[in-house]
């Protein structure tokens, strides 16, 4: 009898909340990094841009260790497809911290005065949105607890609302601020340019991975 | 011929051969109730130990006799025997020493085998060799057989309804804590009622207690309700010490914490209806064979109905209890610690699914597998988005044993009877 107990197997979502755990230590760098960058202290960010790679790399370690536990034969309250689908939008969170993270380091690009604040405070909105996905993340086991349903569902439902408004948000600033940009053109050299909306881009790429995640969550509670 | 010079020889062979078996049961079908209990650790392994031991024997003695019968009779017809009992009677035994090996191999091997199916197995081969296929009745083996897989189906129905109700009206609700404290006591009638139901209308033939239908009925409602306004009692005593600044949030993760703390005495009741269901079930495949031997040396002839005499059942549950105290608190202590997964209310779905099925089998008089009950009330819990993950490999296996146990059982009980018949015949 004491078989049958070979039943259960590991939780799946407990992984989840320990890749979350590395994909969120990337994204704690990219604050202090883009204060360096903004001020062209290039040359101090080699440690942080190591441990956005360490942490990155530990994440893909998890990520594996999960598809290897998740074979067809599992049998899940939601589908194994959305807790793939959902490893898979968490990790690019983490790739796109990397991302930034090797542009804004590779060359010594000066920053405008006038561009400064507002490259910061895009920055900080697109990590507001990761933010909530941690949040959100760390609610799964209460989800868990009451099968996705419930006031918890309804409570993660409002959150991920919230995270497509932050996204939102991060795109009208993008934009904002890449009109600024383009008025103060004739004060910034060309590969800058190209630079700067690559950096751009790259942050808001974080934004919407988050909220890409969001909506795995909501397709796991709507199922 | 008739080997009755060595009656005595043949009783007390018999006798260690079924308490072998029982202590087989004993050892490792029992802790599946009692498991999850002391793995929430709403119970001491000693309690559990001891809950288990009362309940399984109350079980065997009180409800235990109609699975017996079917066992027994059904399989093989013990008239073809009239000529020369002692045939049945080796192969009684040979059936149950080959059922208690087969258990005690599978058990080694890790492979989640029914006692149920390897006793089934065990006769069927014992009659394929002494009267060939055509004594056995097939019709009856194919209606066993479909109680197998009808069995895991229903205690899957049943633990799929009692989750998704829990979820809905308790976890799912504004405030779950007031929720339980309304609705669990309805929980706990539920189960006395079946429980209570299950042991009184006929089940308490062995102590000549025969009351009708409708009187098991109101007895069950009374035993229900009193057992209902108790536990509200006991829940809203807890409810007062959960200290309020916890609460602030009704629908919050401390609150889910504390309806999952509540329903770890439900999770004990219902480790209790299982280890009572699988007395009444489980304890036939030991003393089915048992009691024929018995009857045929008693009387010297095969008889078509013959009483299984209470200290049968007796010698069968205190085989059981015996198995679960030198052996099975091992494996209740494995299970404990392996199953965090299974909260209280998951396990409360779950074992309530599974006894429910047992007892209603076992009254139909259907030898059904505990454990592959017990596995689709799991499922069932899983279906209603309860359990996180499940290992679907593991109803694989269980189609396996079902291929398996039958020719094993089988084979190993013709070679029995081929030793047994060189020493006694």
């Known amino acids: 009898m004491k078989e049958i107990y070979n039943i259960f197997t590991k939780s799946p979502f407990a992984q989840l909340s320990e890749h979350m755990d590395y994909v969120h230590q990337c994204v704690e760098q990219i604050q202090p990094l883009m204060d360096l960058f903004v001020n062209g202290e290039v040359d101090q960010m080699s440690a942080a841009v190591a441990s956005i790679q360490t942490a990155e790399n530990l994440a893909d370690t998890v990520k594996s260790k999960i598809r290897e536990h998740l074979p067809k034969s599992i049998f899940m309250p939601v589908s194994r497809e959305d807790v793939l689908k959902l490893l898979h939008r968490q990790d690019n969170i983490a790739d796109h911290c990397q991302d930034l993270s090797i542009l804004i380091s590779v060359r010594s690009t000066p920053v405008l005065d006038e561009l400064k604040p507002d490259i910061l405070s895009f920055t900080q909105k697109s990590l507001e949105a990761t933010q909530k996905v941690k949040e959100l993340s760390e609610r799964t086991q209460a989800l868990m607890e009451t099968s996705f349903s419930g006031p918890q569902a309804e409570q993660v439902l409002a959150l991920i609302e919230e995270i497509g408004d932050i996204e939102t948000q991060t795109d009208r600033i993008k934009y904002d601020l890449v009109k600024k940009m383009f008025e103060l053109e004739s004060k910034i050299d060309p ?14 790429h974080i934004a919407d991975s988050a909220e890409n995640v969001a909506n795995t969550y909501r397709l796991m509670i709507s199922k | 011929m008739f080997a009755l010079d060595t009656p005595t020889i043949i009783l007390i062979v018999t006798g260690i051969i079924g308490l072998y078996m029982a202590w087989n049961i004993g050892a490792n079908d029992v802790a599946n109730a009692m498991g999850t209990s002391v793995g929430s650790k709403a119970l001491t392994l000693k309690q559990a130990v001891i809950i288990a031991g009362i309940l399984e ?36 035994m040979s059936a149950l020493l080959a059922a208690a090996m087969w258990l005690q191999i599978a058990t080694y091997f890790g492979l989640p085998v029914s006692t149920t199916h390897s006793i089934i197995g065990a006769i ?9 296929a055509a004594g056995v009745d097939w019709s009856v083996v194919s209606q066993i057989v479909m109680s197998w897989v009808v069995s895991p ?73 009193i057992s209902g306004f108790i536990s509200r009692f006991i829940i809203s005593r807890y409810i007062k010490r959960i200290d309020p600044n916890e609460l602030k949030e009704r629908a919050s993760e401390a609150a889910l914490n504390h309806v999952e703390k509540i329903f770890i005495y439900l999770q004990i009741l219902s480790a209790c209806f299982v280890a009572f269901a699988h007395g009444a079930n489980d304890v036939a495949n030991a003393i089915g064979p048992m009691a024929a031997v018995i009857s045929i040396i008693s009387t010297g002839t095969v008889q078509l109905a ?30 404990g610690k392996k199953i965090t997964e299974l909260t209280p209310t998951r396990g409360f779905a779950a074992e309530f699914g599974a006894a429910t099925t047992i007892v209603i089998a076992s009254k139909l008089g259907l030898p059904i597998s505990t454990t592959h009950t017990l596995v689709g009330s799991v499922l069932g819990v899983g279906m209603a988005r309860g359990v996180a993950s499940l290992n679907l490999s593991m109803v694989r296996n269980i189609l396996l044993s079902w291929f398996v146990t039958l020719p094993a059982g089988a084979l190993l009980s013709i070679l029995s009877f081929w030793v047994l018949k060189l020493v006694f015949v």
């Open chain 2, 306 to 335: 013959v009483p299984i005499p209470l200290w049968v059942l007796v010698l069968g549950g205190a085989g059981i209890v015996l198995g679960l105290a030198t052996w099975g608190w091992r494996v209740i202590e494995t299970i």
């Open chain 1, 191 to 204: 590969v800058s340019v190209v630079l700067f909306l690559k950096i751009f881009d790259a942050i808001s």
């Open chain 2, 124 to 132: 069927i081969g014992f009659a394929l060799v002494s009267v060939g």
């Open chain 2, 153 to 225: 189906f229903m205690g899957a129905i049943i633990a799929y309804t009692v989750f998704s109700w829990i979820r809905r009206f308790i976890l799912g609700s504004r405030d779950p804590i007031q929720a339980t404290l309304k609705l669990a006591p309805f929980l706990v009638m539920l189960v006395m009622f079946i429980m209570t139901l299950v042991m009184v209308f006929k089940g308490l033939k062995q102590l000549h207690l025969d009351l009708s239908f409708e009187a098991a009925v109101q007895l069950g409602l009374v035993i229900g309700i």
């Open chain 2, 57 to 92: 024997f109350s079980g065997a003695v009180f409800v235990g006799s109609h699975v017996a019968d079917t066992v027994r009779k059904g399989i093989i017809d013990p008239q073809l025997f009239a000529a020369d009992p002692m045939i049945l009677l080796l192969g009684m």
